[in-house]
């Protein structure tokens, strides 16, 4: 029973793709992906293979980092918005505003071009273990993205915490928890599992907007694009290259979300 089971559902999985709506999609993808590698020039790619690499890690340990550290700034914001005093949350409000009010660019090149230009001015600075750091362009394109990331995830962590529902919580306290244990055993990974999905797609919209630091001079996948489009005065090739390095990304991004929300055992509501 077991095996015809297994067989049952394998042909039921074969026959979705056999359907003639994603023959005819697969039949054009595979005559793009055909006519791209022999109708247009890819000669270069063994030039830029070692830069091409280090744009995708450098894009991807910014991802990651920026990320990890504004999902770590989110969860106080959003904390604060949804259970803290007017004093916590109006300034955390005020930070999401800004950060959602204003073009990511803008933050960028405030931070790059206005508070990097401050720091040359102070003897102490570029004497201190700091300077090596705060010269460079990295840095300014980390911060600036993670505090975009924070001002979202913030917003939506708000929303978490306060769908969580107060008879969980009344009966941790009932049951004699600590703040710190209601927050961290009860309602944390409540707010997780809620902002969940959402958080798969701000960490899709985060990826696409890594390549704005390649206009502060941070060598990422998409400024490689650039210098070889620049040295070769090719349009097409780069850049179809670049779309599915960034749709691959994607992929593997949204699969490692799916995965782990497929394993959460508890039921949300």
């Not at 590698?37 to 830029?48: G, H, K, S």
């Not at 090596?132 to 990331?149: E, H, I, K, M, N």
């Not at 797609?201 to 001079?217: D, F, H, M, N, Y």
């Not at 349009?235 to 990304?249: F, K, Q």
């Amino acid at each position: 029973m077991v095996g015809e089971a297994a067989i049952i559902n394998t042909a039921a999985r074969a026959s979705l793709w056999l359907q003639p709506h994603r023959i005819v999609l697969i039949l054009i993808a595979l005559g793009l992906v055909l006519s791209a590698a022999f109708f247009m020039r890819w000669d270069w790619l063994p030039q830029y293979w070692a830069l091409g690499l280090m744009g995708i890690w450098r894009s991807l340990w910014i991802l990651a980092v920026t990320c990890v550290l504004g999902f770590l700034i989110a969860v106080p914001v959003g904390l604060a918005q949804a259970a803290g005093s007017i004093w916590v949350a109006a300034p955390a409000k005020v930070f999401c505003t800004i950060i959602r009010g204003t073009p990511l660019l803008l933050q960028l090149w405030l931070l790059y071009y206005g508070l990097g230009s401050l720091f040359p001015q102070y003897p102490w600075i570029r004497e201190s273990w700091m300077w090596p750091y705060l010269r460079q362009a990295w840095p300014y394109g980390v911060l600036a993205l993670t505090l975009s990331f924070a001002g979202y995830e913030g917003e939506v962590m708000r929303g978490a915490f306060a769908g969580v529902p107060k008879g969980q919580l009344e009966a941790a306290r009932a049951f004699g928890m600590s703040r710190w244990k209601i927050f961290q055993r009860v309602w944390l990974p409540q707010a997780f599992y809620r902002a969940l999905p959402t958080l798969t797609g701000e960490t899709v919209l985060q990826l696409k907007s890594t390549p704005l630091v390649a206009t502060i001079s941070v060598i990422d996948i998409f400024a490689v694009s650039s210098k070889v489009r620049q040295d070769t005065y090719l349009t097409y090739e780069p850049l179809l290259l670049l779309a599915l390095i960034y749709m691959a990304i994607t992929g593997i991004l949204v699969l490692a979300f799916s995965r782990i929300e497929a394993r959460i055992p508890v039921k949300v509501g």
